[in-house]
C-alpha cells in the first residue's frame, strides 16, 4: 500500500517541481529535497500547466453535484417559500385541512404527511423482511444455481420503471384488493404490496453488500463451535452487518416516501382523511400529481412548497446515513 | 438428558429458518415472474408492427405509438449526451485526483442527496429551472437537462467503481514509461475501466427511459415526434400513465408498457452481458 502511495506520488511532486523550476531554477534546487533532477527537465511548463488546468476542470465537474443540489433548493425554494411566509409554517406543517379552491383556502399538509407516513411504513413492514430474507438467501444460503436465478431477478426489479409498478398496481392487484373489500381497491393496501416490491430490490442489494463484506473467518469461527447456519446467521451475520442492513432500510423508506407515479395510480388520490385501508389517500407526492394541472396561485405556491418539504425530508434520510455510518465506523 | 434435545431444537429451528428465507427468495422470484408475466400476457397481442410504426389518432389514441418511442429515445439520448462527459470527468476527479477531505465528503453528500431526491421534486425543479427559468418551454431539452440530474450521481458512482477497480500496477506502468497524470488516465485507466463505465451509462439511460415524474413537467405531455431538442413531446412512461389513470385505451397502455419493460431490460442485460465478457476476459 506505502509502496503503491509512494508511486503514485512521485509525478505529481516531479509536475509542482517542475514548475517552479521554469520559473526560478535555483530556487528550486535550493528548496527542500528534491527526487532526482534528471526527471524534472523532461516536463515542460506548458504540460504542467495543462496537467493543472485539466484537474481543476475536473474539480468543477465534480462540483456540478453540489451545484445541483444547490440549485434545487432555491429554485424550488424561490417557487415555493411565499406559502411559509403567507400561511406560516408551522400552520402549512399542522393543518390538518388541504382545501386549496374553496372560498377560503386552507393549506394543511398534515393529513397529506400521515398519509405518506403509513404508506411508507406499510410498504417497508411487507417489503424489508423479505428483501433482508432474500440478501441473506443470495450471500448465506443460495446453492449457486439458485443465486444465479434470484440475483438477476432483484437487478431486475431493480430497473423496471415505477409507471410499470403503478400499471400492474392498478390493473391486477387493484381488482383482488377489491375482491376483498367489497370496494374499488384503491387504497393503503394495494399501495403496500405495490411499494414493497418497488423497495425490495434497494434494500436487498445494499443489505447483502453488507453481508458479503463480513469475513469469512467469522463464519468459520461460529461454524467451528458448534452453530447451526441459522445460528451463525442470526447471532452474529446479522449482528455485524446491522449498520449496513439499517442503511438499506433508510434508503428503502426514502424511495418509498419519495414514490409518485407508482402511488397515484393505486392510492385513488381523495381528499379525505381515510378510514380503513381499502380507502383511497392522498400523499406528499401524489398531491402535486393530481393538483399541478390545474392549480394556479397559491395553491401552486402551496404545491411548490410541498416539494420544499419532500426534498427536506429525502435529505434528512442521507444525512442519518450519513451519521450512523459515521457512528458506526467509530464502535468498531 | 437435555443436551440431544437442545441438538434437535436446533436443527429444527435451522432447518424452519432456512427455509423461510428460501421461501423469501423464491416470494422476490414470483413477484418478477408475475409482473413479467402480467405484463406480456396482456401486451404481447399489441406489439405489431403497425402499433409500433404508426402514430396515434382519434379521441382514445387508438392506431400506434411512434412518436411516443421517438421521444423517449431523443430525450435519453440528449441526456445521455449532455450527462457522460461532465459524470465521467467528475468520477475521474474523485477516484485519481482528489485528496480525501472536506471536500470530498460534501461532493460524496452532494451526489447522495440528488440520487435520492424524489423524482417528483426533481420534475417541478425542472418546470421551475429550465421550463419557466430559462424560457426553454416543455421541450426536449428541458426534459434532457431535468434528466441528467437525476443520471449524474447514478454514472458517477459506477464510473468512481470502475475507475477503482482498474489495478494499481498498470498506472505504474504508465508512470514508469514517463507518462503525465492525464495521459495515464485517459490513454489507460478510462479504456481498461470502459466496459464497467459503459455498464453504469446503461443502467442510468434503463433508469432514465423509464422516468415518468420528471419528464412529464419538462418535456410536456403532448404527442409530438421531437426533431429540435425544443420541439415538446410524450415519452412512452407518461403514455402508459395518461393511458392508464384515464381508462380509455388499456390495451395502448399494456403495449406500451411491455416495449417500455422490454426495452429497459434490453439495457439492463446488454450491461449485465458486458460485464460478464469482461470478467471472463480478464481471467
Known amino acids: 500500500m506505502s509502496a503503491g502511495d509512494d508511486m503514485e506520488r512521485r509525478p505529481r511532486v516531479t509536475l509542482r517541481e517542475a514548475g517552479a523550476d521554469a520559473r526560478t531554477p535555483s530556487s528550486a534546487a535550493a528548496s527542500g529535497p528534491v527526487p532526482e533532477p534528471a526527471t524534472l527537465s523532461t516536463i515542460s511548463r506548458a504540460t504542467y500547466l495543462k496537467e493543472a488546468s485539466l484537474k481543476n476542470l475536473f474539480l468543477v465537474c465534480a462540483f456540478v453535484a453540489v451545484a445541483g443540489v444547490l440549485l434545487i433548493f432555491l429554485f424550488v425554494g424561490i417557487r415555493g ?90 390493473l391486477a392487484l387493484r381488482p383482488i384488493a377489491a375482491e376483498f373489500s367489497g370496494g374499488l381497491g384503491f387504497g393503503y393496501a394495494t399501495a403496500w404490496v405495490v411499494l414493497a416490491i418497488m423497495i425490495l430490490p434497494t434494500v436487498a442489494a445494499i443489505s447483502e453488500d453488507a453481508l458479503r463484506s463480513i469475513p469469512e473467518g467469522i463464519r468459520e469461527a461460529s461454524y467451528a463451535m458448534g452453530a447451526t447456519k441459522w445460528q451463525t446467521i442470526w447471532r452474529v451475520l446479522l449482528p455485524a452487518a446491522k449498520i449496513g442492513i439499517i442503511d438499506a432500510i433508510i434508503l428503502g423508506m426514502g424511495r418509498a416516501i419519495g414514490e409518485t407515479m407508482a402511488v397515484v395510480m393505486v392510492a385513488g388520490n381523495a381528499k379525505v382523511i381515510p378510514e380503513g385501508i381499502f380507502k383511497p389517500f392522498l400523499t406528499l407526492t401524489t398531491v402535486i400529481v393530481i393538483d399541478m394541472p390545474y392549480a394556479s396561485g397559491d395553491h401552486r405556491t402551496a404545491l411548490f412548497g410541498v416539494a420544499i418539504i419532500l426534498f427536506l425530508i429525502s435529505m434528512a434520510f442521507v444525512a442519518t446515513i450519513r451519521l450512523i455510518s459515521r457512528f458506526g465506523g467509530e464502535q468498531s | 438428558m437435555n443436551a440431544p434435545r437442545a441438538v434437535v431444537d436446533k ?273
Open chain 2, 11 to 283: 436443527r429444527l429451528t435451522n432447518a424452519l429458518a432456512l427455509g423461510a428465507i428460501w421461501i423469501c427468495a423464491l416470494t422476490t422470484v414470483a413477484f418478477l415472474g408475475s409482473l413479467l408475466l402480467y405484463i406480456v400476457v396482456n401486451g404481447v397481442r399489441e406489439l405489431t408492427p403497425a402499433f409500433i410504426f404508426t402514430w396515434p389518432h382519434g379521441v382514445n389514441m387508438e392506431g400506434g405509438i411512434w412518436p411516443t418511442i421517438q421521444s423517449t429515445m431523443y430525450v435519453t439520448v440528449l441526456a445521455m449526451a449532455i450527462v457522460t462527459p461532465v459524470a465521467v470527468l467528475a468520477a475521474v476527479y474523485l477516484a485519481e485526483y482528489a485528496v480525501q477531505g472536506r471536500l470530498v465528503r460534501t461532493i460524496r453528500f452532494a451526489a447522495d442527496s440528488l440520487a435520492s431526491v424524489p423524482s417528483i421534486v426533481m420534475g417541478l425543479f425542472g418546470m421551475a429551472l429550465f421550463v419557466e427559468g430559462m424560457g426553454l418551454q416543455f421541450s426536449a431539452l428541458s426534459g434532457a437537462l431535468a434528466l441528467s440530474f437525476l443520471m449524474l450521481p447514478i454514472i458517477m458512482r459506477t464510473t468512481e467503481e470502475a475507475i477503482r477497480a482498474v489495478p494499481k500496477y498498470i498506472r505504474w506502468g504508465s508512470y514508469g514509461l514517463g507518462a503525465s497524470k492525464w495521459q495515464t488516465v485517459s490513454r489507460i485507466v478510462l479504456p481498461a475501466a470502459s466496459p464497467r463505465i459503459l455498464t453504469g451509462l446503461l443502467l442510468a439511460m434503463g433508469r432514465a427511459a423509464g422516468e415518468t415524474a420528471v419528464v412529464i413537467y419538462t418535456m410536456g405531455t403532448m404527442i409530438y415526434a421531437p426533431v429540435s431538442p425544443l420541439d415538446p413531446g410524450r415519452t412512452m412512461p407518461v403514455h402508459v400513465m395518461l393511458m392508464a389513470m384515464e381508462g380509455i385505451n388499456l390495451k395502448a397502455a399494456y403495449g406500451t408498457a411491455l416495449l417500455l419493460v422490454l426495452m429497459v431490460l434490453a439495457f439492463n442485460l446488454t450491461a449485465r452481458y458486458i460485464v460478464r465478457r469482461n470478467r471472463r476476459m480478464q481471467g
Open chain 1, 81 to 170: 417559500w411565499e406559502i411559509f411566509a403567507k400561511v406560516g409554517v408551522w400552520q402549512f406543517l399542522s393543518g390538518l385541512q388541504w382545501q386549496p379552491t374553496a372560498e377560503t383556502p386552507q393549506f394543511g399538509i398534515l393529513a397529506l404527511i400521515v398519509n405518506s407516513v403509513i404508506a411508507t411504513l406499510g410498504g417497508l413492514a411487507l417489503g424489508a423482511p423479505l428483501a433482508v430474507g432474500t440478501a441473506v438467501f443470495l450471500s448465506e444460503v443460495a446453492t449457486p444455481r439458485a443465486r444465479a436465478i434470484v440475483r438477476p431477478a432483484v437487478e431486475l426489479l431493480a430497473g423496471i420503471p415505477s409507471v410499470v409498478y403503478g400499471l400492474f398496481g392498478l
